[in-house]
């Protein structure tokens, strides 16, 4: 008599939900994998350093206050400009400013460090003539230009912040 393998197709999919609304609860994390290339997730990445986490954004609508209007009062609609975008006070534009500064010049760190390292491995004398060499030295000159590239776009988005 011959049995058939046992399905965990709906065990998997069931099991993946679960996961997947656990994770988007979590924070979001920046990672840098030994290439310099920089994920971020809400879940671990294999292989990568945790380098920074940012918490979950609040709810957008804050609680209503005590003494606030019922639902049979009429409701503020949030401030807009002419394009119907909806405007932030200064305050928290400032406090998100800062953030937003802070996280590029925390990335232009990192990037900054993976050119020095790069650098110095593609600074190592080069007798060897092999193709494979040569490959490697291509690719360091390819992960060289590429940091050098990231570090001028990071520093003109810094330079665009207010």
Same mark, same amino acid.
């Given at each position: 008599?011959?049995?058939?393998?046992?399905?965990?197709?709906?065990?998997?999919?069931?099991?993946?939900?679960?996961?997947?609304?656990?994770?988007?609860?979590?924070?979001?994390?920046?990672?840098?994998?030994?290439?310099?290339?920089?994920?971020?997730?809400?879940?671990?990445?294999?292989?990568?350093?945790?380098?920074?986490?940012?918490?979950?954004?609040?709810?957008?609508?804050?609680?209503?206050?005590?003494?606030?209007?019922?639902?049979?009062?009429?409701?503020?609609?949030?401030?807009?400009?002419?394009?119907?975008?909806?405007?932030?006070?200064?305050?928290?534009?400032?406090?998100?400013?800062?953030? @937003? #500064?802070?996280? !590029?010049? &925390?990335? %232009?760190?990192?990037?900054?460090?993976?050119?020095?390292?790069?650098? =110095?491995?593609? $600074?190592?004398?080069?007798?060897?003539?092999?193709?494979?060499?040569?490959? @490697? #030295?291509?690719? !360091?000159? &390819?992960? %060289?230009?590429?940091?050098?590239?990231?570090?001028?776009?990071?520093? =003109?988005?810094? $330079?665009?912040?207010?």
């Amino acid at each position: 008599m011959h049995r058939s393998p046992p399905r965990f197709g709906p065990l998997l999919a069931l099991l993946l939900a679960c996961m997947s609304t656990t994770a988007l609860a979590g924070a979001t994390c920046k990672y840098v994998d030994a290439e310099g290339r920089v994920t971020f997730a809400n879940v671990p990445v294999k292989d990568a350093r945790k380098v920074m986490c940012f918490e979950p954004v609040p709810n957008a609508t804050p609680a209503p206050k005590r003494g606030a209007p019922t639902a049979s009062a009429p409701q503020r609609k949030p401030a807009t400009d002419f394009a119907g975008n909806v405007r932030v006070d200064p305050d928290t534009q400032k406090r998100r400013d800062l953030d @937003r #500064r802070r996280i !590029l010049e &925390d990335e %232009i760190a990192d990037e900054r460090r993976l050119l020095d390292e790069a650098m =110095r491995t593609a $600074g190592t004398p080069a007798g060897d003539v092999s193709p494979q060499a040569q490959e @490697r #030295r291509k690719a !360091l000159q &390819d992960t %060289i230009s590429r940091h050098e590239k990231n570090i001028q776009a990071i520093r =003109r988005e810094i $330079g665009s912040i207010r």
